[in-house]
Nanobody, 118 residues
Framework: QVQLVESGGGLVQPGGSLRLSCTAS????????MAWYRQAPGNQREWVAS???????NHAESVKGRFTISRDNAKNTLYLQMNSLKAEDTAAYYC????????????WGQGTQVTVSS
């Protein structure tokens, strides 16, 4: 069992920055991959970025150059640094974790709301 808890969301003006955090707990087993997803009302869930236990990263084209995913394995914590935020970034952001490179993400957090508005 792995529990994921996100934090750091809030209201920010266009062009501003936020850093989201996700802390994992409840299991001694290692987590191979972690990711950030987001979902706005009326939209499908969208993949944002992913990272492996070896710190290999990938980012969606819509956020490349603006968002940076990272993780601290010793602290069991995932981060998403978001810069140059746009109104279209408004969504509930969720962290996810999986134990292998081949299977779907198994564990999900409760989400944290990010609202970009002037």
């Amino acid at each position: 069992q792995v529990q994921l808890v996100e934090s750091g969301g809030g209201l920010v003006q266009p062009g501003g920055s936020l850093r989201l955090s996700c802390t994992a707990s409840g299991s001694r087993a290692s987590i191979y991959k972690m990711a950030w997803y987001r979902q706005a009302p009326g939209n499908q869930r969208e993949w944002v970025a992913s990272i492996t236990s070896a710190y290999s990263t990938n980012h969606a084209e819509s956020v490349k150059g603006r968002f940076t995913i990272s993780r601290d394995n010793a602290k069991n914590t995932l981060y998403l640094q978001m810069n140059s935020l746009k109104a279209e970034d408004t969504a509930a952001y969720y962290c996810a974790a999986g134990r292998t490179n081949y299977e779907n993400y198994t564990y999900w957090g409760q989400g944290t709301q990010v609202t970009v508005s002037s």
